[in-house]
């Protein structure tokens, strides 16, 4: 089963939480529903606009890159609660600056924990996929193998750069259903 036939489970109202940075582009643009798109030779205060999530560079003054653990991060809330089957993490366009590599925690909370909740150091997480290596212009799909349910995913870039889209697909957990369900006898 092509597992990127599930639904994708942030388009079902998910939400970006937080995220170490946002120097040049807005973490929202990660979850957009559209397909991202580049504009040449558009600039504003930042400079060049992409459509996507963009962190500043983390590079010393000789160009060198800092040590290993250095990242930047994005924190999603799933739209419901669900058991996540496959990450795709877009570098559409980022060409000169994306990632180096990736990987992906999920944690199952209650309610709607604050940032500072799920920042806190060691923080609910459990590693879904471990880090890989990213390409420029390119979608990058990542099965996750761990079955269980989930609310948030943090995504982990290292050490910066640009992603321009994060989808999350995967199956709908049972209290996931049932909200799901009770949205659309509201709306109905």
């Known amino acids: 089963m092509d597992e990127q036939q599930l639904p994708d489970l ?15 582009a807005a973490k929202e643009n ?6 991202p798109v580049f504009v040449p030779e558009t600039y504003d205060a930042k400079g060049q606009v992409y459509d996507g999530w963009e962190t500043r560079r983390r590079r010393g003054p000789d160009g060198t890159l800092p040590d290993r653990g250095a990242r930047d991060w994005v924190i ?34 209650s ?5 500072e909740e799920l920042t806190a150091d060691p923080g609910p997480w459990l590693e879904i996929v471990p880090r890989a290596l990213l390409t420029g212009d390119a979608r990058h799909a990542f099965k996750v193998s761990v079955g269980r349910r989930y609310t948030h995913v943090r995504l982990n ?19 996931g259903l049932a909200a799901v369900r009770r949205r659309w006898s509201e709306t109905a």
Request: aromatic share 10%; hydrophobic share 40%.
């Open 76 to 109: 999603v809330r799933l739209g419901v609660p669900g058991v996540v089957r496959t990450i795709v993490v877009d570098t559409a366009f980022f060409t000169g600056n994306y990632p180096q590599a990736c990987s992906a925690d999920g944690c199952s909370a």
């Open 157 to 175: 870039i290292f050490p910066d750069g640009g992603v321009a889209r994060l989808r999350l697909y995967g199956s709908l957990a049972e209290d």
């Open 10 to 24: 942030l388009r079902l109202r998910g939400s970006v939480v937080t995220a170490s940075d946002e120097f040049f």
């Open 30 to 35: 990660l979850i957009r529903p559209d397909a």
């Open 111 to 115: 309610g709607y924990p604050s940032p």
